[in-house]
């Protein structure tokens, strides 16, 4: 089993930063994918940003170069750097976590980012 913590979720302008972390705890060990969804209203859960235990990183064409996302696997925390923030980036972002890019195991409870002026 695995649980996380998510932070960093608010309000923010358009054009601004935020930054999410997520911290697993249980058996985080087996997980090698971490990363992101979110969900805005009225819409599917859509993907976000993913990274393996090697680094190796995925992103949405619609975040690709003003989302990041890094990795701590001591920690296992999981971190996705927003920023040039815009409307459609509101929804509730979820953290996960699988054992290959293929599965999604388990899911944060989400933290909500609204992007507005």
């Known amino acids: 089993q695995v649980q996380f913590v998510e932070s960093g979720g608010g309000l923010v302008q358009p054009g601004g930063s935020l930054r999410l972390s997520c911290a697993a705890h249980?058996?985080?060990?087996?997980?090698?994918?971490m990363g992101w969804y979110r969900q805005a209203p009225g819409k599917q859960r859509e993907f976000v940003a993913r990274?393996?235990?090697?680094?190796?990183?995925n992103y949405a064409d619609s975040v690709r170069g003003r989302f990041s996302i890094s990795r701590d696997n001591a920690k296992n925390t999981v971190t996705l750097q927003m920023n040039s923030l815009k409307p459609e980036d509101t929804a509730v972002y979820y953290c996960?976590?699988?054992?290959?890019?293929?599965?999604?195991?388990?899911w944060g409870q989400g933290t909500q980012v609204t992007v507005s002026s």
């Open positions: 249980g058996r985080i060990n087996s997980m090698n994918v």
């Open positions: 996960y976590a699988g054992a290959t890019i293929l599965n999604i195991d388990y």
């Open positions: 990274i393996t235990s090697g680094g190796i990183t």
